[in-house]
Structures are given as structure tokens and as C-alpha cells.
């Protein structure tokens, strides 16, 4: 359905999820899209209208996003566009790349990069700020012209440039910058006393979880992809002893960890399961993954779609 998005010259700064990347643009600093929002900056302040959301619902890291700012009940102060789910070219005359594209929800389906299939455009929200029709004209517009053109995307429209990219940074932002215009400002998913809990999970059992399914869709040799399944499921047995003991990741109450594990663990079957085993020469099969889960006696929930394909594999 997608295409791994081609970068063009950009330069990366790894961050907790190795596969994915802060930026850092020729010229600019590390920290140019990680701006925070708050009445301590004398740039950024907390103002209703004034921001704005750029996410695709098919990425787990902007999905999380979209999440807290509904759940702080900021809907109307922070505005939304949701992109196509199938990456196009953005500026085919240029170049190759390939990637996020904003289309009205009215707009007939659309093929991916390679000219196959046809994907509707329901659920789009186009970008009503600027009228970009990819998400790397944001980036352009921002300064940033050469890097990787990711979401979330925290926008500015006073000033017209990104404030934040960093999915992290966002659901924090989200959580207690805006209180003051929140309909739910009691709703606090980083507080004080579980941070030291929130922390530990996000950067040992999360981020362990998470880099590996990556590394596991990314896989080209075998040995690669045993060594990131193993601990996938590793990862998976020591969360569910953890959620054994407790209701929720960090104890007795919801934070921003338990949103971060719920879009993966959502996207297990349907995704991970689904396409990360493809019939690709850089991919294994879907079979390698049932025997694998079979080896391990591991009861796993498997879509129709990934039964059809490890019997189309198997024979």
C-alpha cells in the first residue's frame, strides 16, 4: 500500500526511536522542529486558533497525537488535516521522491507510486491553513528543504512555520500547554509522581517493542529479522506480565505510556502481521512468521487477510 519514503539529501539525528528521526537541516540546529509551546516563551504562547495538526491516521507516532489533543478536548482551538494514507511523488519533475499528500475526503481513490491498486480518499481533512498539497511543502515553506518529511506536524499560523515534529514533544505540548482552553484540563497524562514509571517503560519495554517491529519489517538478511522477532515477543511477554500486575502501564492510572503501547498493539494484526511479511526478496514470508509463533506456542489473534496470505505462502 505504501512506499518507504524516499529522503532527498537530508541529514538525521537519531532519537529514542532509531528508526525514526529528529531533523536537522545544512544550517540548522538540532532542536529547529522540537520548539515547546508555553507562557514562559517569548514565541510560542498557549493561544486558541493559533495552531495547527498535521497528521496521517495510518502513523502510529501522529496517531498518538491526534488522541491526546481529543482527549484534552482541544478540538477547537487546534485545527486538523489528515492525510492520504498512500504516499504519491511529490514533485515527480524533480525528483523521486515519495511521500504524505493531502486530498479532499471527495476525491477519487488513488493508485500508489507504482501505479497499482486504488485507494480511496475518505477520511482525508486537506490542509485548509496553507493549501499545501504534500507534506513536504510544509517543510519547504518551514525553512526545511531537505530532510525527511514526516508526521506530526505542530504548525504555527501566526508565524507560519513548524513548531514541533517530535510525536513526544506534541502529546506533552497537548497535555498541559493549552489547560487553560482544554475542556478536560484535569486530564494530566504526564503527572509528577509516575514519571519515573512513564520514563522507565518508554525507554527500556517501549522502545524495544517498538524499534524491533521495524527492524523486523526492514529485515534483508534472516539472521536480521530472528534476531528482532525473538525480542518483539520477548517485549511482548514482559508487558503482558506488567499489565498482569497492574491495570495500566505506569499503576493504577492512564497516561501517556498506555497511548503510546495501545497504536502499536492496535496496528499488530493489521499491519505488523500483515505487511511487515510480504513476498519480498528483502522481506520474509508470512509463514516464517506463523512457524515462528507456533515454535513459541504463542496465542496470537490473526486477521483473515494474514490467514489467506501464509496459506497462499505455505502452498
Not at 507516532?61 to 511523488?89: D, P
Not at 521522491?97 to 486530498?103: L, S, T
Not at 506536524?153 to 482552553?181: C, G, H, P, Q, T
Not at 520477548?234 to 492510572?253: C, F, S, T
Request: proline fraction near 4%.
Amino acid at each position: 500500500r505504501c512506499v518507504q519514503e524516499t529522503g532527498i539529501n537530508a541529514e538525521y539525528m537519531g532519537n529514542q526511536n532509531n528508526h525514526r528521526h529528529k531533523l536537522m537541516a545544512s544550517g540548522q540546529t538540532q532542536n529547529s522542529l522540537t520548539n515547546q509551546i508555553s507562557k514562559d516563551s517569548d514565541r510560542f504562547q498557549p493561544e486558541g486558533d493559533r495552531y495547527h495538526l498535521y497528521i496521517s491516521y495510518l502513523c502510529p507516532f501522529a496517531h498518538r497525537t491526534y488522541i491526546v489533543r481529543n482527549l484534552k478536548g482541544l478540538q477547537n482551538h487546534i485545527g486538523l488535516s489528515n492525510t492520504h494514507s498512500t504516499y504519491q511523488k511529490t514533485k515527480p519533475e524533480q525528483d523521486d521522491h515519495a511521500g504524505w499528500v493531502f486530498r479532499n475526503e471527495s476525491d477519487p481513490p488513488i493508485t500508489n507510486v507504482l501505479g497499482n491498486g486504488s485507494f480511496p480518499s475518505e477520511g482525508c481533512i486537506p490542509d485548509t491553513v496553507n493549501n499545501c498539497k504534500t507534506v513536504r511543502e510544509l517543510y519547504e515553506l518551514s525553512g526545511f528543504p531537505e530532510v525527511k518529511f514526516s508526521v506530526p506536524v505542530l504548525w504555527d499560523k501566526k508565524e507560519k512555520v513548524i513548531v514541533n515534529n517530535e510525536s513526544a514533544d506534541i502529546m506533552r505540548i497537548f497535555n498541559s500547554a493549552f489547560n487553560d482552553l482544554s475542556t478536560n484540563p484535569a486530564l494530566d497524562l504526564y503527572p509528577e509522581a509516575l514519571r519515573p514509571q512513564i520514563d522507565n517503560f518508554n525507554n527500556g519495554l517501549f522502545t524495544a517493542l517498538n524499534n524491533n517491529l521495524y527492524k523486523c519489517g526492514f529485515a534483508k538478511a534472516q539472521a536480521e529479522y530472528d534476531v528482532a522477532v525473538n525480542i518483539v515477543f520477548e517485549q511482548l511477554d514482559k508487558i503482558e506480565e506488567l499489565l498482569d500486575k497492574q491495570r495500566y502501564v505506569a499503576g493504577e492510572r492512564f497516561t501517556e505510556a498506555d497511548i503510546k503501547l495501545f497504536v502499536v498493539l492496535v496496528r499488530f494484526d493489521e499491519v505488523y502481521l500483515s505487511l511487515i511479511h510480504i513476498s519480498e526478496p528483502t522481506r520474509l514470508l508470512s509463514i516464517s512468521y506463523a512457524v515462528f509463533c507456533l515454535k513459541k506456542k504463542k496465542n496470537i489473534t490473526v486477521c483473515n487477510k494474514t490467514k489467506s496470505m501464509i496459506l497462499q505462502n505455505n502452498s
